[in-house]
DNA sequence: TTTGACATCCAAAACGTTTCGGATTATACT
DNA sequence: AGTATAATCCGAAACGTTTTGGATGTCAAA
């Protein structure tokens, strides 16, 4: 069926090994001989076979990405960006990207880092939504399994990672609202166990404090980082005998489920009560009203995240293993200084 | 490094050939032996080396998706969720799924595809978006390359897909406005290329037709597809001298972004003007107001091209190769019936 | 004429698996 | 005793590539 270095080998009068050679460029094949041999490869339309290719070199030039789903309907707008980043720059230097979707810290998803680990799968991983203790990165460490994180941890292994300082980033929308005027400014924290969501939650607290705010704990509660998640806690918010004047979601999907519910108990969103978000996917400039968010350059991410994996994976240690990007702030429609009358 | 085969026959002392059949369950090999190999097998860690197993086989046990992706910034929600569907069910049957991202209709995409007909790469693939007169499509068939389609298309070779009755969720969402008591709806086409796009606007206009309603062409505007499109495009509309009392977008996002617009104009979506979507994203539950919608399962559309692929791949063709699934309303705050002194 | 250097080529092994076609031994049947 | 039958096993080839370690021949320098 498909043209092997044999046939060329016949076509030509020469052995399979010149024929690899001269193919391969090497220098101990007359380039009279190389010139035929590329020439009736061309015209047999050889390509050649990746697997055996694979089995000889022992490396799969596939990377590995294990996405942590939840649930069946699964939509995170994060995802279809980053895999855009990471599949482009993979591309990019011949690198095919094998995807395996697992919920997080289920036995399957375990399974899968310990097919990785034990070779021959792919050659490395891109490993996203660090989580405390991550176990993933554990077990990357102990076997000296190439992978880089998009997010730090706080595991006692050191590690590649590509990260957006979250703390900076929450700072940066505390202070906006402290300077609007705001001092009694709720959270909508993502899950504990996720890394980006404690950054997130800690520099909120302690960017209060800095600022003599205090944040009493019922003025911290926790979503989902979904919509509907956000929609749902946001009504304790509300609820509060003397409600907070802002609201900041530690994520996008979040926020945008709290516009929603905000809006339906008849507040307007900017004037009656500021909310902010975190990503700036590209929803969030459409929302009503558009969204004040942190500015996250996924792709941009998704790429040097790949990149530096590659390197890894090609021996040539990356000489800054720990890329921490500064975010910057967006304000739209959504933030607002208090009503005055409060 | 990795346990072998070989390892396990010198242990048990017997021949590759034997471990081979004896882990492979052959009844030629004594349940003794085989007992044994077993055992062995398992106290060494023995992992079959995938690649080697692929060179013999002369299969990849991996499914193909080449993902059509739009500009750097790009995120739809789509995808996360089509990918998780495909992704498990992949996984269920023992398959990897191998992604690329491309630019639709671009070299590097002819390219993809040129490489999985050329066989030894994947098994089968998954395409999405039909186009019209599909290349990929016609090149698939052409070389009678194991592939589903998520969506149909109008080229002469008959091949499997899955497709959401696109036709039918238009004429519910027409329907639904006309009953309101609507006769000017605007209507927002995705791109003229998309098949998904032609069923829903070739549906819109002959609803209409069928309702003896007609159409002006300046009613009909194009998108892009994305809330930035849907924006943009949404002006046309509102700028019209006549402007109409429903507007029906081609999908959720660009239905976001005429949301967006229309009310910065000062319009109240559902009283001054109806608005509708298709897809019913996760997000359109959560827009302000929430929006009306067509509802696709695309999880499970998801599912069900990866298992019909499957299929087709292990030599089994599936009884119905042609799943149209019919899709529903969903009725939101975003519609209402139009402004009496209009 | 020998020596060495160089240019060009290739046979064989290797990567780890599966499969083909027997080979060997024991068992049962004439 | 001889012969068929079944139960176990295995050597070798195959999948398509790359690499190792020469082999062969040519030419120039000593």
Redesign the interface.
């Known amino acids: 069926?498909?043209v092997t270095l044999k046939d060329i080998a016949r076509e030509v009068g020469v052995s399979v090994t010149t024929v690899s050679r001269g193919l391969a460029g090497y220098d101990d094949v007359a380039a009279e001989t190389r010139e035929r041999i590329q020439e009736v490869a061309d015209q047999l339309?050889y390509?050649p076979?990746?697997?055996?290719r694979?089995?000889q070199k022992q490396r799969?030039d596939?990377l590995g990405?294990i996405?942590p789903?939840f649930g069946?309907?699964?939509?995170?707008?994060f995802?279809?960006?980053f895999?855009?980043?990471i599949?482009?720059e993979a591309?990019g230097y011949g690198y095919?990207?094998?995807?395996?979707?697992?919920a997080p810290d289920s036995d399957?998803e375990r399974e899968a880092y310990a097919?990785a680990v034990?070779?021959?799968?792919v050659d490395g991983l891109i490993v996203v939504r660090t989580r405390e203790n991550d176990e993933r990165i554990e077990t990357l460490c102990a076997h000296e399994f190439p992978f880089v994180a998009f997010g730090r941890t706080d595991c006692n292994c050191d590690f590649p990672y590509v990260d957006e300082d979250g703390a900076a980033g929450m700072r940066l929308i505390v202070q906006h609202f402290i300077d609007l005027g705001h001092r009694r400014i709720g959270f909508i924290a993502p899950p504990p166990g996720l890394m980006f969501g404690r950054y997130r939650l800690r520099s909120f607290l302690s960017t209060m404090a800095a600022n003599n705010l205090e944040t009493p704990p019922d003025l911290v509660v926790e979503g989902d980082m979904?919509?509907?998640g956000g929609?749902e806690v946001v009504e304790r918010l509300l609820n509060l005998a003397e409600r907070p004047t802002a609201v900041i979601a530690g994520n996008d999907l979040m926020a945008?489920?709290a516009?929603?519910r905000i809006?339906q108990r008849g507040l307007r969103v900017g004037q009656d009560l500021a909310v902010a978000g975190f990503d700036d996917?590209?929803?969030s400039?459409?929302?009503?009203p558009?969204l004040t968010t942190i500015h996250q350059p996924i792709?941009d991410i998704g790429r040097r995240t790949c990149a530096m994996l590659i390197e890894i994976i090609n021996g040539r240690p990356p000489a800054n293993p720990h890329i921490l990007l500064t975010p910057e702030l967006v304000v739209r429609e959504s933030s607002g200084p208090p009503r005055t009358t409060n």
Do not use: K
């Open positions: 069926m498909a339309g390509h076979n990746l697997t055996a694979r089995l799969t596939t990405f996405m789903t069946p309907r699964f939509s995170d707008p995802f279809s960006e895999l855009a980043g599949g482009n591309a095919d990207l094998l995807v395996s979707t697992h399957r097919r034990r070779g021959g799968w979904t919509q509907r929609a945008i489920g516009l929603n809006q996917i590209p929803l400039a459409y929302t009503t558009p792709y």
